[in-house]
């Protein structure tokens, strides 16, 4: 089963030896991107640990990207069929996000 930990739990975080956000920064994927916020993404697969990681997060004019609070990791167990596929999902799924924000700003309507 997957397992999603808060970068703000830095116990935890090295205990699965994750990377921190300062190891895969220019790798990230940034998606739904507005003017002051967004999201972002970074698939990464272990096969020593036999895992994958999905690190994620957020951001906007109230905190940076990579602030601990607003960065996850999931780790799916990739020796696992069910698992292999939950994670393939969850990157096609961020992938399939938009890169800039689609919503209409009140000033951008006919």
Known sequence: MSLKINASDHDEWLRHGLDGFATFSDKVRRRNVGPDYGDWFYPCERPDRHDAVLY???????????????????????????????????????????????????DDRP
Not at 59 to 67: F, L, N, Q, S, Y
Not at 90 to 103: F, H, S, Y
């Open 56 to 106: 994620f997060g957020s951001w906007d004019a109230g905190h940076a990207v990579g602030d601990p609070d607003h960065t996850f990791a999931m780790i799916f167990d990739i020796t696992d069929t069910d698992e292999a596929v939950a994670y393939m999902l969850r990157v096609t799924g961020w992938e399939g996000q938009p890169e800039a924000d689609q919503q209409v700003e009140p």
